[in-house]
């Protein structure tokens, strides 16, 4: 009986025009609401700074660059290398670059241990310095630059460091930071290339080319401005390089060594008898060292 009593109420309202059934059918409304949409930026700084000259006193280079994802969303930052159109790559080709990531700029000096996360390459041709980053936040890449042994004296090649930010397909526009290398005409890329012998990671040996210099004269090995290993004459002609002569200028990675020729007071001079690269690495038993990069 009320099943009945509710069905015929209901037929009332509906067929009867009731308004509050009119009501309940007709009443519509309009709901607002706001979206943020998304920006990709980019940012970088540092590069200023890493223009370089290279020199017998300066076979090396490690600055730190920042970047930065200036949007408002998180994103993933990378990174390319190029010269602008019709300027010269040689000297860019024949610089090694290995960059890694930082806690902070302060990080990044030129005793800094290659830490994980490293890229290596050539400032013709370095694979991305790619971070994760949250809106806003930034990382910080130290770059170590190498000059190489047959690198071109009296050269100048300029480098462009691009960054974007993507999030999956999307990507914000470059943005981009530039520098010079540059080398002069009596550098460390001119002098001849220093023998190395390797011994098992103990040690090695370096040897530069026989000269009309006299047999009594002196030399020493340079990484930077920091003597490493003992002074050798002619005589024998090599000096013996271990891991832990290497340890005041540097504790890992490749490292370029300079032998100079010394004056009778024991100080080095402006002449160069040969530049080459060794690397400091760790085995099983430790610190080691080997010939190259």
Do not use: E
Request: aromatic fraction near 6%; proline fraction near 5%.
């Amino acid at each position: 009986m009320r099943v009945a009593v509710a069905l015929v109420l209901s037929a009332l309202f509906v067929v009867g025009g009731s308004s509050a059934a009119w009501a309940l059918w007709t009443t519509s409304g309009t709901a607002t609401s706001s979206t943020t949409i998304g920006k990709l930026a980019a940012g970088i700084a540092g590069t200023d700074a890493m223009t370089v000259t290279f020199s017998d006193s300066v076979p090396s280079m490690t600055k730190p660059v920042t970047l930065t994802n200036a949007g408002n969303i998180a994103g993933t930052t990378s990174t390319t290398v190029s010269s602008p159109a019709g300027a010269s790559t040689a000297l860019a080709q024949a610089v090694d670059v290995v960059a890694w990531p930082v806690a902070s700029t302060d990080a990044c000096t030129d005793g800094a241990a290659v830490g994980t996360g490293s890229v290596t390459g050539t400032w013709a041709s370095l694979p991305s310095m790619t971070s994760s980053l949250a809106a806003g936040a930034s990382a910080v890449w130290c770059t170590r630059s190498t000059l190489q042994s047959t690198a071109p004296a009296s050269s100048t090649s300029n480098v462009v460091i691009s960054l974007t930010t993507s999030w999956g397909s999307w990507r914000s526009a470059a943005v981009t930071g530039g520098f010079y290398l540059n080398t002069g005409a009596a550098t460390s890329a001119a002098a001849p290339a220093l023998t190395c012998t390797d011994h098992s990671g103990n040690y090695v040996d370096v040897t530069w080319p026989s000269s009309s210099r006299p047999m009594d004269t002196w030399y020493a090995a340079y990484v930077r401005d920091t003597m490493v290993g003992s002074r050798a004459q002619m005589y024998s002609g090599f000096i013996t390089l271990a891991p832990n002569d290497l340890a005041p200028a540097a504790t890992t990675g490749t490292q370029t060594v300079v032998v100079k020729v010394l004056d009778s007071a024991g100080n080095p001079t402006t002449t160069v008898a040969g530049s080459g690269p060794v690397t400091l690495f760790t085995q099983n038993d430790g610190p080691a060292i080997r010939c190259g990069a």
